[in-house]
Each structure stands twice: as C-alpha cells, then as structure tokens.
C-alpha cells in the first residue's frame, strides 16, 4: 500500500523558459511525441542503388550531428544539474552519431540486405536494443533508450516527414515535441488541442506563423524540455511569456485559470467591434483582412468581421501527401473559400514552397540546395515547373467565377516573372473557356509579393507590371538582414525595426501610391498593434494578418490620429539606431492609451 502511494506521488513544479511564438494560455495534460510515430517505409533497393542509398544515410547523420551540436550550445544556457545531466546525454549521442557501432551496422545492412535507409536503421536500432536489454546490468540496459533516440534521430532527418495524426488526444492536450514542423501544425485542431512546446524552432518560422493563425498557444526554443516532460504531466503553456510549468501548484494553477477568464472577457469586449468600421479618429478608412493558412480558419474569419483574405497560403493542399493535387481538387478548395467569403476579396499566393516549407510530394521537383531560401522555391519554381503552376492558376480562374479573387505571386524580383505568369495565365483561360468552363471575367488582377530587398528597391519598375503589391514582411527582415528566421540561435536578431527594413517598406509604399496600385502589408508586424500606427502613418491602407488579430489592431486604429501617424512615421524614418525608432514608437502608443 505505501509503494502505491509512493509511486503515485505527485511530482513538483517546475518551470521551464522558453521562446514564446503564439501568445496564449492553455491548461492540459502533456502529450509526448515520440520519435517512433513516423511511417517508416520498408523495400528492397536495386543493387545500383545501394552506394546512392549510402550517401542519403551519410547525409541524415550529417543532419543529426548538426541538430544535436546546436542543443549543446543551448544546454549552456542552462543553470545547475539538468545543464550537465543534458551535455553528458547529448555528449553520448554525438559520439553514437560518428563512426560507431550503430551508423556502421546500418551501413552493413544496406550492403548486405539492399535494404532502404529507413529500413536499416529499424532493424539495426532493434537488434542493438535488444542486446542492451539483456543484459544484467541495469546501467547498460537502460542505454537501449539512448540507442533507439539516436536511430530515431537518423529517422526523422532521412524521412523529412510529418508526424501522423494528432487524433485521438485527450481535449485540451498540450503536444510536447522536439521539433514540430508546418505539416505537423496543419493536422492539429484547436478544438482539440490546446498548444504545444518543441526544443528547436524560431518566432518567425512558418510553424510559430501557423500557430499563431490557429490561435494555439506555443513555445519553442526550450532545450531540457524533452528530459523534463512525461506523457500525462500536467501543463501550463503560457506562450506570451515563453513558459512551460510542468505539474503546476495550486496556487499558480489558480492564477493562471484566473488569466484564463481575463483573456475571454477581454476577448467578448474586443468582439463588440467586429461591426465597427476600422476607421482612424479623423476619418480615413483602413481596410483589415485576414491571412489564411488553412481552410479551417473560414469561421473564425467571418466571426471577426475581416473585409476580405489578404493572403491565402496555398501550401495545405500539398502537406502531408505524397502526390500532387490536381486542378480539380484545387479548384474544390478554393471554390469553398471563395464562395464562404460572400463577395469579399480572397487574394490566393501561388505555391510558395522551398526551405522549411518544403512539402513531401513535392520531393520529385526540388533537388538538395545548398541553402534553400536563396534556391529554387516560390515563383521561381512554378515557372520552372509549369506542370506546377497550369493547375493552380486553372483552378484560381474557376474559383474566381464564384466571386472576386486576386492572384499573389511570392519572391517576385523581376517585371519578367510577373508577365511569364501572365502569359500562363491567358493560356489556361483561352484552354478553359474552350472547354466551355467558367471563369473568372474579368482576369483576376495579378499582384507581386514583395519580400526580397531587390523587390523593394525595384518596386517602381514592378508596379508596371503588377495590379498590386503584397509587402511580406517576415521575408523581408530575413533577407534584409540575413538572418534565419527559422534558427532558433539568431532568432532574437531578427527585427522589422531595423532603420533597413523600414527603408524598404517605404520605398514600396512610395512606389505603389506613384503607380497608383493598391499596397498591402501581409507579414507579421500586420497583426500587432504596436506596428499600426507606423504602417498607416507610412501610407498604408490595408492590412492583412492572422483573424485573432483583428480586434486588437481595429481598437488601435479607432484611437490613432492620422495625420499625427503620419508625423511620428518621418520622425522614425529619420532615425538609424533601432533603439531610438522603438523608443519613438512605443512612446507614440503610450500617448495613445
């Protein structure tokens, strides 16, 4: 009876820090997603395949070595035990990463059985496992644990592939991961899932941004969080703070259920404006749309009022799948959101994938790259491959009969991408209208991203050929400053306020009001209240950003002064220290409250 209670004690607090992506606050039990989970595919390779299938392996460890190397710097930033409980783990695997008895019997397996990769390292994870487990020492059975994190590591860099399904959780469960990609973001629903935390990551990566869309509190950058973390704790995830609280007090578990009731009260008060014009004290209309990222958000996106779709991410219709949608499947999700918009704009972005956003049936399109953000991706794709692009711009055209839809182009850097896309556009219309389908009429209007400085710097030249301009911020700040927004040991680098960045945003807004073209901003600075009053102070008219946003940057808008937005807007593009602009901005929002 006392071993019960023992073993049934509760285990105490602690508090793990964290980068806080999604702001938030959700309370539930911890889901721990294992390696494990992935699909692993199992075959037989041809025996001219076996040294290609060597260099893949080769590849994926190199991957794993790189991972585990940047969880050893950030292990330093820890205090006391678990700093050196955590380097002597991570230690140990880098050593099982180079030349050991593991990668060399994975290898040996692939020459002797012609098994694939993925194959290789199941079956040679297991054997050694199995020996560590019957042996007598405890010590050294329980390094099988260690062995089969190590493989799965390997796994998981050789199959680039999202996790399988988040059914079946508890309501309200918290995923714990150490890597949680876009494709993994996509599977998970709000309704049932309240947040998660994973070890890597950055606030600016494509997963932090799809978060945030989904209005699912998360942390990333917590390095002991996978040690720390058991299946069933349960969990405080604060991810405006960059919190993790692992089996809570009473006490804080009080106040953050208090914070909890706060957050919806302040929530009903905000949804009061949904019907109120976003419109500056003195009159000038500002106009607020959404950016989408998955089909799900079309409710929350009419219950917040938005006027239009800024942005629609075309990337879920080739997430975790292994073929390619085709025109028609297109066409049927578009149509949906089209016609759910009731006459409001829905500006759909063409495939932007490459870099993290890479999609698995994608795979056979896009080749290793160096560094894939300045490679082969976006715009530059879909021309290379038009078997790519004909489709989605026939379903676009499809869509477009059902009400107003515009087409975005993402890193556009030239005029001649912008009419090679035209001239692709007036193809598939002329083939459809042939076959007696119906289509948008007029065109839809085509519209630039900009989002490389080049872009920015070109924008006079663009907006000949452009009907509108898209600022993506997030791209922007990253090329502007080469600066990873994804890498989790740069990521408090990465800033929009950089007297650079703002440059640029001037000289496109400057550029589409000369060309007389509409200009929006559709990076994340749309979405936060502390940015609006510069934004419009610069001239722009409309902003597009995640539907949870929308409240907080209309209450903003109804207090601002334009023509006072206007001055304090030169008085920041007068500045050259990043300090000194967010000291301008914020004092100008102070003012405000």
């Given at each position: ?14 508090i ?17 997603r ?8 199992e ?7 076996v ?24 292990a330093l ?15 140990a ?28 390292v199941?079956a040679?994870?297991s054997a ?11 010590y050294?059975s ?8 190590v ?24 995923v714990?991961?150490e890597?949680?990609?876009?494709a993994?973001?996509?599977?998970m ?5 309240g947040g ?6 950055g606030a ?5 941004i ?7 509190p998360?942390v ?18 604060d991810?405006t703070n ?10 804080r578990?009080?106040?953050y259920e ?19 014009p ?14 989408m990222?998955?089909p799900?958000?079309l409710?929350?996106?009419v219950?917040?009022g938005?006027?239009g ?7 879920f219709?080739y997430?975790n ?20 918009m009731?006459?409001?704009p ?12 890479l999609a ?7 080749g ?23 489709p989605?711009?026939a ?8 009400g107003?839809l ?7 850097t030239?005029?001649?991408?912008i009419?090679?896309v ?8 002329r083939?459809?209208?042939r076959?007696?389908v119906?289509?948008a ?34 791209d922007?700040?990253?090329?502007t ?7 989790e ?10 007297p650079?960045v703002?440059?640029?945003?001037q000289f ?6 000369r ?13 936060d209240?502390r ?18 946003a929308?409240?907080?940057?209309k ?29 301008l ?5 102070e003012?405000a409250n």
């Open positions: 009876m006392k071993t019960d209670k023992k073993s049934k004690k509760r285990r105490e607090e602690l793990l820090e964290g980068l806080g992506v999604a702001p938030g606050v959700a309370i539930g039990p911890a889901h721990v294992e390696a494990g989970d992935l699909q692993v595919p075959y037989q390779i041809p025996a001219g395949r040294k290609a299938e060597k260099v893949r392996l080769g590849e994926a460890i190199d991957k794993a070595l790189r991972q585990v190397g940047k969880l050893k710097a950030k930033g820890i205090h006391g035990l678990a700093a050196e409980e955590l380097g002597y783990l991570l230690e695997h880098g050593q099982m990463l180079n030349s050991s008895r593991l990668v060399g019997g994975i290898e040996r397996r692939i020459d002797s059985d012609r098994r694939n990769a993925e194959a290789a199941m040679e994870i050694i496992a199995q020996e560590f487990e019957a042996m007598e020492d405890s050294l329980a390094r099988a644990e260690d062995v089969r994190e493989g799965h590591r390997i796994l998981r860099c050789l199959t680039d592939e999202a996790y399988h399904g988040f059914g079946g959780l508890e309501k309200g469960s918290i714990i991961a890597e949680i990609s876009p993994d973001t996509a599977l629903d709000p309704r049932q899932i998660f935390a994973c070890v890597l990551g600016e990566g494509h997963t932090a799809m978060a945030r869309s989904l209005g699912m998360a990333v950058g917590v390095p002991d969080l996978l040690p720390t973390v058991r299946s069933g704790d349960q969990l405080i995830i991810g960059g919190l993790i609280i692992v089996n809570p007090t009473a006490r578990l009080a106040g208090r914070r909890l009731k706060d957050i919806a009260r302040e929530a009903r008060s905000l949804a009061r404006l949904r019907d109120v976003a419109e500056t004290r003195d009159g000038q209309r500002v106009t607020l749309q959404v950016n990222e998955l799900r958000e409710e929350q996106t219950e917040t938005a006027e779709v800024g942005l629609l991410r075309t990337e219709m997430m799948r292994a073929d390619l949608p085709g025109e028609e499947e297109q066409y049927q999700a578009l149509a949906q959101i089209v016609k759910a009731r006459g409001r829905v500006t759909v972005r063409t495939l932007d994938v490459g870099g993290e956003k698995s049936s994608l795979g056979e399109h896009l290793e790259a160096a560094n894939p953000a300045l490679g082969l991706r976006a715009i530059r794709l879909s021309l290379k491959e038009p078997k790519l692009l004909r989605q711009l379903a676009m055209l499809r869509a477009g009969a059902h107003p515009r087409i975005l182009l993402p890193m556009i030239t005029p001649g991408e009419r090679a035209r001239k692709e556009l007036d193809k598939t219309a083939r459809l209208s076959r007696g119906a289509i009429d007029p065109l839809p209007p085509v519209g630039a991203m900009i989002e490389v400085p080049g872009a920015a710097l070109a924008a006079d030249s663009l907006a000949q050929s452009a009907d509108f301009f898209a600022i993506g911020t997030n922007l700040t990253m090329y400053l080469a600066i990873d927004r994804g890498e040991q740069v990521a408090h680098l990465f800033n929009p306020l950089h650079a703002l440059r640029l945003i496109t807004v400057e550029a589409a009001l060309a007389r073209i509409p200009v929006s901003v559709c990076g994340e600075i749309a979405g209240p940015f609006t009053a510069l934004l419009v102070g610069l001239g722009v008219r409309e902003l597009s950003m995640t539907a949870k929308i409240p907080r940057v209450s903003r808008i109804l207090s601002i002064d334009m023509h006072a937005a206007g001055r304090r807007a030169m008085m920041i593009m007068e500045q050259v220290d990043s300090g000194r602009i967010a000291a901005l914020d004092d100008f929002n003012m």
